[in-house]
């Protein structure tokens, strides 16, 4: 069965370094996201992007993040100047469209951890 | 905003035993979707179920059922001859009918299975 695949599994990085997280979608989705989960804490929507272009982000998706669909089969996530409350959980996910009750598929999760 | 409540943040049960899980929500519309999303031990998070607002009847899949009251705003999942499998953290989500492809999750429930 298709999955989604997130890389790395844990990154660990400085505070004020760019990090790109990356995703491949199942591969005859269209639609993609990206939420996080700071540990302990709800898993929260961070941006959804649909025909090469941002359709929905949260207040959490300031200017520090943006996302990219450099090819026919990634998708990034990049942050670019980490801080401390970065560290979170990041799971990327697709669906097929969002019609109905269209399920969203996870990837297993990029652990952030800002130093 | 919407927001999703599970009060319960760890249950247990027996194997073969049935247990429920608990969620509320809160929103001011009426035309909406909700899912409980199963995350096993460094696996990805699956989706276990879902439901259509509009619908009466109560969706199951399985060993998997849910109780939707949707007046109490209440979407209690049920699961039956529980097996030593089922043990996970499970997410009850939420996502509004038209416009938006965000879920809005709850803190989880970790669930544990004993032998």
């Known amino acids: 069965e298709p999955e989604v695949t997130q890389t790395p599994s844990h990154q660990v990085t400085q505070m004020g370094q760019e990090v790109i997280l990356r995703c491949v979608p199942i591969?005859?989705?269209?639609?993609f996201y990206w939420y996080r989960q700071i540990l302990g804490q709800k898993v929260e929507f961070l941006v959804s992007f649909y025909n090469n272009e941002i359709s929905e982000k949260s207040e959490i998706f300031d200017d520090q993040f943006s996302v990219e669909r450099p090819d026919g089969s990634n998708f990034t996530l990049k942050i670019r100047s980490t801080k401390l409350e970065d560290s979170a959980m990041y799971f990327c996910?697709?669906?097929?469209?969002?019609?109905?009750?269209?399920?969203?598929?996870f990837g297993p999760g990029t652990r952030l951890t800002v130093t | 905003a919407q927001t999703v409540t599970q009060s319960q943040p760890e249950m247990s049960v027996q194997e073969a035993e049935t247990v429920t899980l608990s969620c509320t929500y809160d929103?001011?519309?009426?035309?909406?979707?909700l899912f409980w999303y199963k995350q096993p031990p460094s696996r990805q998070m699956i989706l276990v179920i879902r439901?259509?607002?509009?619908?009466?009847q109560n969706a199951t899949e399985n060993r998997f059922s849910v109780n939707f009251q949707k007046a109490a705003k209440s979407f209690s999942l049920k699961i039956s001859d529980s097996q030593l499998g089922d043990a996970a953290m499970y997410f009850c989500a939420y996502r509004r009918q038209g416009g938006s492809e965000k879920l809005v999750f709850g803190k989880g429930t970790k669930l544990t299975v004993n032998p």
């Open positions: 439901q259509e607002a509009y619908k009466q």
């Open positions: 929103t001011s519309e009426s035309d909406y979707y």
């Open positions: 996910a697709s669906s097929e469209t969002v019609a109905g009750v269209d399920e969203q598929y």
């Open positions: 591969s005859n989705h269209l639609y």
